[in-house]
């Protein structure tokens, strides 16, 4: 049987403080607009069955 550590126990996630990267990631989600940065991207984006496998645009909503 694991140990299990205060930070693991159920009822303490709301103590915990936010990271400046959290708060950084929270604000771009507010102020990219994703969908027409991706739709600018898109069509430049490599297209599979050429050469290495491409990974999927992410962020794209």
Same mark, same amino acid.
């Given at each position: +049987?694991?140990?299990?550590? !205060?930070? +693991? +126990?159920?009822?303490?996630?709301? @103590?915990? =403080?936010?990271? =400046? =990267?959290?708060?950084? !990631?929270? &604000? +771009?989600?507010?102020?990219? %607009?994703?969908? &027409?940065?991706?739709? !600018?991207? &898109? %069509?430049? @984006?490599?297209? %599979?069955?050429?050469?290495?496998?491409?990974?999927?645009?992410?962020?794209?909503?």
């Amino acid at each position: +049987m694991k140990q299990r550590t !205060l930070a +693991m +126990m159920t009822g303490f996630e709301q @103590y915990t =403080r936010k990271t =400046r =990267r959290a708060i950084f !990631l929270e &604000e +771009m989600e507010q102020v990219v %607009p994703w969908r &027409e940065l991706c739709a !600018l991207v &898109e %069509p430049h @984006y490599p297209k %599979p069955g050429n050469g290495r496998r491409n990974c999927a645009l992410r962020g794209c909503r």
